[in-house]
């Protein structure tokens, strides 16, 4: 079945309790009775199922297999030098990205989660040497919606959103043909409704019931009345207000270091700095990175006390750009690339940038995931470490 049409009369409230679509209502349902608007009150928008095991899922697979037709379809080295690429991603992949980045070979076995750091962060970059210029625009174009539905930084955009979603449909057609439109496809046209309704996907995802629904199965210990033992170790739980007692609220730093600060009036050094249970820094190679509410791109060194408060000692980076100028400039959406040499030595770091400084922890606008494109750097923030 296809959904092609995106610009037609929409249901409402009324017109559901008025039983308008003879071809819709079958029986009477008894959920009229509550005082809910029977078609706004629904989600269709969930991220898990709409976005990364929906449509991001389809696309992957249809690209590997070919089973929407053969100009869209992967060669076995493309998909070989894919794999490749994605793999080699682990080697800056930040702590926030749990599972480690598998190849296409995996795909089959790949989890939501996957499929999502793929929509928002690894398709922008890996994709663009393997698919035709109309293909990559066209998921540029779902990427960058998704991108500015998924937090409150980019809620401004959200009327671009809107027109990049209705559009990405109808490009669907062209690129895919009219009976590639499924469900999940047509159900992007509604998705801003739910967001400016009920706030950004993540607070409409299923995840968070997903992973819970793994904690409880872990609460088993046998088959016998496994509902009996979940209730019990959950009641258990909710005694143990100990539990949480050494987990720790707010910013702070750790791993003290043996070594003097490197600037002046600067007393201790630390390797990690933690500004929210989700927003880590630390001085390695794959969580060092974050951009300033100024826009500046910052590698951290370590972290210190100036005049009591916690700053980052770390190095500016002199020159970057957009990685690419459609659907608009990827700036927007705080997306850039570099040229600069970035090495780390066995004494010091190496960068095309600015001598070392020291920079608020007030003024850190959100962490950035450095993926390796060529002879480039690509930047791109993790959209759940943005800071109000």
Known sequence: MSY???????????SFRNRVDDDHHKEETP???????????FIVADSLHLFDLGVMRRCLHGWREGSYNFRTKLSRRQADLLSEMLENCNKTRPNDIHRAIRSLKHLKFWKGSEYRVFLLYLGIVVLKDFLSVEVYDHFLMLSCAVSILSCNEYMKYINIAKSLLEDYIEKFIEIYGI????????????????????????????YPFENYLGHLKSLVRHGNLPLSQISKRVIELSKLN????????????????????????????????????????????????????TGDIVFMLNATYFKDEIHVYGIRLKTFYDFFSKPFASSKLNILATKAKIQKSIEHYKFDTDPPGLYSIKDIKCKLFRIQYNDEFVILPLLHTFLS
Do not use: W
């Open 31 to 41: 959920l009229i009775q509550l005082p809910i608007d029977m078609v706004e009150d």
């Open 242 to 293: 100990a539990l949480d007692i050494n987990k720790r609220e707010g910013t702070y730093v750790k791993k003290k270091l043996n070594e003097l600060p490197e600037h002046p009036n600067c007393k201790n050094v630390y390797n990690e700095l933690h500004l929210s249970k989700e927003f880590v820094l630390c001085a390695d190679n794959k969580n060092q990175c974050f951009m300033t509410k």
């Open 4 to 14: 092609p049409r995106i610009h037609c009369p929409q249901r409402t409230d009324q």
């Open 179 to 206: 009976d590639s439109i499924s469900s999940n496809i047509h159900n992007l046209c509604h998705v801003t409704d739910d967001v400016k309704k009920f706030g950004p996907l993540p607070l409409l995802s299923s």
